[in-house]
């Protein structure tokens, strides 16, 4: 190895130490800023910062490299940028009203040795402007599809556009135009089919935009639709039964409203007596001659609906009269237990439907004839029981104090002559049979 002369080793280490003095200053002095994001007419504030600063000028330019602030000093003839702080190590500029021309990349700029360059790049938000929501159609009808229409024009970013009808959230089909002065322009389509229930739901067009909130527009659905049908029995209550009167009253809803109601009786005429008075049918006088299917037909100008009564007349209600038996015994009183079997029989008459009072379930006869059957029977019963209980009561009595007068002369003599007499009357005895 070749030996340097000494005063080369030396000046190789001069150079050692330059560098590495050189080294720590620029570790020492860190030049920072941070990017700015701003709404079109607002404010922004760019700060250039220095950690550890040696007495080094600081100055902020703008994107054409211009010097809008040297130190605490503004060169560039902008009023809008203002000084909001300056020292040693901090250069604070604002910039109000911001507009669209005023993005771009910041440069604060340190004059250390070497130079040192920090970069805010100013981005600026455009909000959209109010939604345009249009439809198709005006009126749709049910079953139909339709297609809604909404725009967001001019801004930047882009915005994007959500659907909702009502509740629910509907998927559309989005475009972005983007036009000469980096604005953008957004479209969204959405179809569907609709239903009666649709009619009078909002659907809504909801703006998501960084610069916006709660940006929407609305529209109602108009839907059209065939009537409803439901007819409505207003007279009689229950059953309807022969000599009865019958009101029906026919109830129609649609959009628009039904234009036309009418009735008829299906696969028959209708009775001819029948009074059909706007959307109530009359009938009076039932019989069971007018048993049949009624139907209510309204239409408008989407289609026709109907609804249908079926009609069947039963027999008039009719009453039998209450069996009341007074059974007499042969002294011509009323026996008690068969007054309490006369009053249980009316009893259970009367709890027979139809029995008490009219009522609208149909009469059984054969359970009403079979009961009367039972009640005779058991009169019929009672009396014979009776008959042989007074038989078997009824006697003649027998005595001896007439004994002997057949053969006496006179009454005196029959009575003296009679076996005992008077003075035996103690001993008289009687006998049944």
Not at 158 to 178: C, D, F, H, P, Q
Not at 313 to 334: C, E
């Amino acid at each position: 190895l070749l030996s340097l002369p000494l005063w080369a080793a030396e000046f190789t280490a001069h150079l050692a130490l330059t560098h590495e003095a050189h080294s720590e200053r620029m570790e020492g002095q860190n030049l920072a800023t941070d990017n700015v994001t701003v709404i079109e007419g607002e404010s922004a504030t760019i700060s250039c910062r220095v950690k550890n600063n040696d007495d080094s000028v600081i100055q902020l330019l703008n994107p054409n490299r211009q010097t809008i602030y040297f130190r605490d000093l503004r060169p560039l003839k902008d009023s809008r940028f203002q000084l909001v702080n300056f020292s040693e190590n901090e250069l604070r500029v604002s910039l109000s009203n911001v507009s669209l021309s005023d993005e771009g990349r910041y440069v604060c700029q340190l004059y250390s040795d070497p130079p040192q360059e920090a970069y805010a790049e100013i981005t600026v938000l455009v909000p959209p402007g109010s939604p345009i929501i249009e439809s198709r159609d005006d009126m749709v009808n049910e079953g139909n599809e339709t297609e809604l229409t909404c725009t967001a024009i001019g801004s930047k970013p882009a915005a994007s556009i959500r659907w909702m009808k009502g509740e629910e959230e509907l998927t559309g089909e989005a475009t972005v135009e983007e036009t000469y002065d980096r604005m953008f322009t957004v479209t969204s389509r959405v179809r569907f089919s609709v239903t009666k229930d649709d009619d009078g739901v909002p659907v809504d067009c909801i703006i998501d935009h960084p610069a916006a909130k709660d940006l929407l527009a609305q529209r109602h659905l108009e839907v059209l639709y065939k009537p409803e049908v439901k007819i409505v029995v207003t007279y009689p209550e229950g059953l309807t039964r022969e000599g009865d009167n019958l009101d029906l009253s026919c109830i129609a809803e649609g959009k628009p409203h039904p234009h036309q109601i009418n009735w008829l009786r299906v696969d028959e005429d209708v009775p001819p007596h029948a009074v059909v008075t706007g959307s109530d049918l009359y009938i009076e006088n039932l019989n069971k001659s007018y048993n049949g299917t009624y139907r209510c037909v309204a239409s408008n100008s989407v289609g026709e609906a109907y609804d249908d009564y079926v009609l069947y007349v039963y027999d008039a209600p009719t009453t039998s009269p209450t069996p009341t038996t007074n059974p007499v015994n042969t002294q011509g009183t009323v026996r008690p237990h068969l007054l309490s079997l006369s009053r249980a029989a009316s009893e259970v008459l009367a709890h027979i439907p139809g029995r008490a009072k009219e009522a609208p379930q149909k009469i059984d006869h054969a359970v009403i004839g079979g009961v009367v059957a039972v009640v005779m029977f058991a009169i019929l019963c009672a009396l014979i029981v009776l008959g042989r209980y007074f038989a078997r009561h009824k006697g003649t009595y027998f005595t001896h104090e007439a004994k002997g007068a057949d053969d006496a002369a006179d009454a005196d003599t029959a009575i003296i002559n009679a076996e005992g007499g008077h003075n035996n009357t103690d001993e008289k005895k009687e006998y049944y049979i």
